[in-house]
């Protein structure tokens, strides 16, 4: 069956967008030229600047793409959690760490690092940074399972077991090392548990 200008218009845009996200993991921002993400997509310059005129756009929409689905995905993980407290509590930081853990997460962190030097970047960041931070501080409430009231400290215990959770996620992904790294979570996850469940 031949396609629809519609569909090859949105299989050449699916293709750029993932060729996209793909060059920013390996060579970031500075790396990800427009060129070269057309060179991957196996798509022609012209239609690579049809659809995204400007580096620019390109990378905000393979973001927004990147953010949509890692909500997506955390919304729809959340739906099929333990009701007891401490079962709950460990699947939810499991859920965010398989998050930070993510080659997306290593994205954002690159264009952060980017975005520094590049106000139109940083313009771009802010409110698909915000969207996952709303996502993620919905997911407070569920820690409480059926178990009865939220500690009244919990905001502040969430907050620094996220910071952690990132400093970790940065580490893994970016600190030197002369072998393959050794995964931090297992020996982490029951000390942030025991922040998150103390009385």
Do not use: C
């Amino acid at each position: 069956m031949r396609r629809t200008q519609e569909e090859r218009t949105a299989e050449t845009r699916r293709k750029l967008l993932d060729a996209t996200l793909a060059s920013l993991f390996e060579v970031g921002y500075a790396g990800t030229t427009t060129r070269r993400v057309a060179e991957i997509a196996g798509v022609s310059q012209g239609a690579q600047t049809h659809h995204f005129p400007r580096r620019v756009d390109l990378v905000g929409a393979a973001l927004e793409q990147a953010a949509n689905q890692r909500t997506a995905d955390l919304r729809a993980r959340m739906t099929d959690l333990p009701t007891e407290r401490s079962e709950r509590t460990r699947a939810v930081l499991d859920l965010i760490w398989q998050d930070f853990a993510s080659p997306i997460f290593t994205i954002f962190v690159k264009l952060w690092v980017a975005a520094a030097d590049d106000r139109e970047l940083y313009d771009r960041l802010v409110p698909l940074e915000r969207q996952l931070s709303r996502e993620i501080a919905a997911a407070v409430p569920d820690l409480a399972g059926t178990d009865g009231p939220l500690p009244e400290d919990l905001n502040a215990r969430v907050s620094l077991v996220l910071s952690a959770l990132r400093g970790l996620a940065l580490s893994q992904a970016f600190e030197p090392t002369a072998r393959t790294p050794r995964d931090p979570w297992p020996d982490a996850r029951p000390v942030l548990e025991r922040i998150l469940l103390a009385d």
